[in-house]
């Protein structure tokens, strides 16, 4: 039997550009990406993006089953073609497509991991959700601007500022977060503190003007 396909060669055409041939990217298992990978290198800046490429480069080497669906949820294993046991659980709404993969990749670092990208796949979401989108990571989060050798800066729009400040304290609260995990003395100390920083910062005016930032370190601005 020959099965063929109506849009075959779609994706293998060849483009002839200033004398020389090249293959279209959008072949085999990578075209099926294609559609999210445009989409990422539209809206993330171009370090954030080559790390997205890099899980989204990854889906192929998974595979995905449906496992149940409670109250329009979704749950999905991912597992890993080469080793059986290395599995992951992604429950996402097929309504608002929300979820959490088991790996907390997203959590974590703010890039959408292997596993729930194999998802997409899977349903052919094309576009990634607007809500596993960070703000510090899309490409006009990158309009401050220095203004003086103590790294004083000052952004271009209140969603830029806000991306900035919540980038810099990320950071600034997994350094300390490290600082305290290997100890339990250090552990209650960092609680205590949180403790008491959220009793200050509900009183703080959740509108507060012409807030600046110090950047102590260039990744808060890839």
Not at 9 to 34: L, M
Not at 85 to 107: A, I, S
Request: glycine share 6%; charged share 30%.
């Amino acid at each position: 039997m020959l099965f063929v396909c109506a849009k075959e060669g779609k994706y293998v055409a060849k483009i002839e550009n200033n004398g020389v041939v090249e293959e279209n990217e959008e072949t085999e298992e990578d075209g099926k990406g294609i559609p999210r990978k445009r989409h990422g290198a539209k809206i993330y800046t171009r370090n954030v993006f080559n790390k997205f490429n890099d899980e989204m480069s990854g889906v192929f080497h998974y595979k995905v089953e449906e496992v149940g669906n409670a109250n329009g949820i979704q749950s999905f294993i991912v597992k890993s073609k080469e080793h059986e046991v290395k599995k992951f659980e992604v429950p996402l709404d097929l309504q608002t497509y929300m979820g959490v993969c088991e790996c907390q990749n997203f959590e974590f670092v703010g890039i959408l991991c292997t596993h729930i990208l194999k998802v997409f796949v899977r349903l052919d979401i094309d576009a990634i959700p607007d809500h596993f989108i960070l703000p510090r990571w899309r490409q006009k989060a990158n309009k401050f601007r220095i203004i003086d050798s103590e790294g004083l800066v000052h952004d271009d729009g209140k969603e830029e500022s806000e991306a900035l400040r919540l980038g810099h304290m990320c950071q600034e609260s997994t350094k300390l977060a490290c600082l305290a995990a290997p100890s339990n003395e250090a552990y209650m100390i960092y609680i205590e503190a949180m403790n008491d920083l959220s009793k200050k910062l509900l009183k703080v005016p959740k509108n507060t003007p012409n807030l600046n930032l110090i950047v102590l370190d260039p990744i808060l601005m890839i």
